[in-house]
Nanobody
Framework: QVQLVESGGGLVQTGGSLRLSCAAS????????MGWFRQAPGKERESVAR????????YYADSVKGRFTISRDNAKKTVYLQMNSLKPEDTAVYYC?????????????WGQGTQVTVSS
């Protein structure tokens, strides 16, 4: 089983960019689909972006399409979330998660989260 550690969060102004990284330990990273999720205060956790094991297939929430890009480097055991044109409503704790199998499988391994704050 993999363990996940996120980094790259911080404070940014509206319209700015951030790149989140999620580094995995373990030997089977490439057998997991990966996803980025977020949870804002008082709201439920939501899926932001998901990527298949090969990296060839990606899915995005409608709210981030065209602004966020998920990618992975299986050799480095890392998944990324490039976030551009950030808005205050993107403020949340962002979590990286892993699903053994396809992108629609159960995401049962989670990182500790990284805070993203977008100021208006």
């Amino acid at each position: 089983q993999v363990q996940l550690v996120e980094s790259g969060g911080g404070l940014v102004q509206t319209g700015g960019s951030l790149r989140l990284s999620c580094a995995a330990s373990g030997r089977t990273f490439s057998s997991y689909a990966m996803g980025w999720f977020r949870q804002a205060p008082g709201k439920e956790r939501e899926s932001v972006a998901r990527i298949s094991r090969s990296g060839l297939t990606t899915y995005y929430a409608d709210s981030v399409k065209g602004r966020f890009t998920i990618s992975r480097d299986n050799a480095k055991k890392t998944v990324y979330l490039q976030m551009n044109s950030l808005k205050p409503e993107d403020t949340a704790v962002y979590y990286c998660a892993a699903a053994p199998g396809g992108v629609d499988a159960d995401y049962n391994v989670w990182g500790q989260g990284t805070q993203v704050t977008v100021s208006s």
